[in-house]
């Protein structure tokens, strides 16, 4: 186990995959789906969807501290409740006014929940085992992202009451596990926090800012580019299918060990040859045409998987070092904030160099910025805040 305290982290975890179920399936397949016929305009959705964004995004470092003055888990109940409310307004009695505000609510309720959880498997991690507990609870969501998405946008094209009682349901099961957690609160022995300024320590966040902007910056690029991309090297879905398994092997087997590495040695022996691994993955992609794509997928998926695996290690472990100890909630979030504001910011590029140049410009260009990104962690002035302890 992970965890030393497993019977908390647990339920947390379970709160988080619910919550992103939930979002996922409301903003993804619900809203755009079901909302017109509930009497919602594509502006008001475009604008809920927008504020709810907004607001996590801007709120996850002052709410990081919210949770660490009031409690993480009376934050988590309440952003639950307000999740529930909403889904049940809109589903019943749809407005744009509340449907706006409650929106932003929600977000901004739901901006404590990443750092809170983050926070909580960084205080509770055992020692030795925090880079792989910090990558497992980061990595935990990806089902229920998916199942938001391919389970319930299904359904709300052929049974939306069925689409509608799944998600409220779900809302409702982490609004009672919100309730089981209200007394959460993380030690303060275990977050390490003491009675120090708030900003002791912050210039590590600050050194950490533009790694975590410019790598997630660099996915970013493909969000809107994905089918076009296969389209233009003559690929379909199914013929990336074993590939992908295998680059999801890879990357288990990678985690796992390379976790192992950045726990005990160091987490920059991981993140480093882990970003190398990606920008070579990148720039190779790029010089790759529809007449090779299908003998070089084989090569790239391994090297992609055990890329991916050793740079959330080393991320994770690298941050965890890094953070300071007052506030560590707060620092999270920033720190999460910023690589939001990255991820937003890499289809607007994305389109652009795609205009520009093709898929070549887009691939190129992540590989750029990962090798700009492997740079800067190798700056020997960043050492001095990324050592860690």
Same mark, same amino acid.
């Given at each position: 186990?992970?965890?030393?305290?497993?019977?908390?982290?647990?339920?947390?975890?379970?709160?988080?995959?619910?919550?992103?179920?939930?979002?996922?399936?409301?903003?993804?397949?619900?809203?755009?789906?079901?909302?017109?016929?509930?009497?919602?305009?594509?502006?008001?959705?475009?604008?809920?969807?927008?504020?709810?964004?907004?607001?996590?995004?801007?709120?996850?470092?002052?709410?990081?501290?919210?949770?660490?003055?009031?409690?993480?888990?009376?934050?988590?109940?309440?952003?639950?409740?307000?999740?529930?409310?909403?889904?049940?307004?809109?589903?019943?009695?749809?407005?744009a006014g509340w449907g706006v505000a409650l929106s932003a609510l929600w977000g901004l309720l739901f901006g404590a929940l990443?750092?809170?959880?983050m926070n909580a498997s960084h205080a509770f991690a055992h020692p030795g085992r925090v880079s792989r507990a910090l990558a497992?609870?980061?990595?935990?969501?990806?089902?229920?992202?998916?199942?938001?998405?391919?389970?319930?946008?299904?359904?709300?094209?052929?049974?939306?009451?069925?689409?509608?009682?799944?998600?409220?349901?779900?809302?409702?099961?982490?609004?009672?596990?919100?309730?089981?957690?209200?007394?959460?609160?993380?030690?303060?022995?275990?977050?390490?926090?003491?009675?120090?300024?708030?900003?002791?320590?912050?210039?590590?966040?600050?050194?950490?800012?533009?790694?975590?902007?410019?790598?997630?910056?660099?996915? %970013? @690029?493909?969000?809107? !580019?994905?089918?076009? #991309? =296969?389209? $233009?090297?003559?690929? /379909? &879905?199914?013929?990336? *299918?074993?590939?992908?398994?295998?680059? %999801? @092997?890879?990357?288990? !087997?990678?985690?796992? #060990? =390379?976790? $192992?590495?950045?726990? /005990? &040695?160091?987490?920059? *022996?991981?993140?480093?040859?882990?970003?190398?691994?990606?920008?070579?993955?990148?720039?190779?992609?790029?010089?790759?045409?529809?007449?090779?794509?299908?003998?070089? *997928?084989?090569?790239?998926?391994?090297?992609?998987?055990?890329?991916?695996?050793?740079?959330?290690?080393?991320?994770?472990?690298?941050?965890?070092?890094?953070?300071?100890?007052?506030?560590?909630?707060?620092?999270?979030?920033?720190?999460?904030?910023?690589?939001?504001?990255?991820?937003?910011?890499?289809?607007?590029?994305?389109?652009?160099?795609?205009?520009?140049?093709?898929?070549?410009?887009?691939?190129?260009?992540?590989?750029?910025?990962?090798?700009?990104?492997e740079i800067y962690y190798l700056w020997p002035r960043r050492g001095q805040f990324t050592q860690g302890t």
């Amino acid at each position: 186990m992970l965890w030393t305290r497993p019977l908390t982290m647990l339920p947390l975890l379970a709160l988080l995959l619910l919550s992103e179920l939930v979002r996922t399936g409301f903003v993804v397949s619900a809203l755009p789906l079901t909302g017109p016929g509930l009497g919602l305009s594509p502006g008001v959705i475009g604008a809920m969807v927008s504020a709810h964004y907004l607001a996590d995004g801007l709120g996850r470092g002052p709410m990081g501290l919210v949770t660490e003055r009031w409690g993480l888990g009376r934050v988590l109940a309440l952003g639950a409740l307000t999740g529930l409310g909403l889904g049940l307004l809109t589903r019943f009695f749809p407005s744009a006014g509340w449907g706006v505000a409650l929106s932003a609510l929600w977000g901004l309720l739901f901006g404590a929940l990443w750092p809170g959880v983050m926070n909580a498997s960084h205080a509770f991690a055992h020692p030795g085992r925090v880079s792989r507990a910090l990558a497992v609870s980061n990595l935990s969501v990806a089902p229920a992202i998916l199942a938001g998405v391919l389970l319930v946008g299904p359904l709300m094209q052929t049974r939306p009451e069925q689409g509608w009682t799944l998600l409220l349901g779900a809302q409702g099961a982490a609004l009672v596990l919100g309730a089981l957690l209200w007394r959460l609160r993380v030690p303060a022995e275990a977050a390490g926090q003491d009675a120090g300024s708030v900003w002791r320590g912050w210039d590590r966040v600050a050194a950490l800012l533009p790694a975590a902007f410019a790598q997630t910056l660099a996915p %970013g @690029l493909l969000v809107t !580019l994905v089918f076009p #991309l =296969l389209e $233009r090297l003559g690929l /379909r &879905l199914p013929d990336l *299918l074993w590939p992908g398994a295998l680059a %999801g @092997l890879t990357f288990g !087997l990678s985690l796992w #060990l =390379l976790g $192992r590495v950045a726990d /005990r &040695l160091h987490p920059r *022996l991981a993140l480093t040859p882990g970003l190398l691994a990606l920008a070579l993955v990148f720039g190779l992609a790029a010089l790759t045409g529809p007449e090779t794509v299908h003998g070089r *997928l084989w090569g790239l998926a391994p090297l992609l998987g055990v890329g991916y695996g050793a740079f959330v290690a080393g991320w994770n472990g690298l941050v965890a070092r890094t953070l300071p100890q007052d506030h560590r909630a707060a620092a999270w979030g920033t720190v999460m904030a910023v690589e939001a504001l990255g991820y937003a910011a890499g289809p607007l590029l994305g389109g652009v160099a795609w205009q520009w140049a093709g898929p070549p410009g887009v691939l190129g260009l992540a590989a750029l910025v990962f090798v700009l990104t492997e740079i800067y962690y190798l700056w020997p002035r960043r050492g001095q805040f990324t050592q860690g302890t």
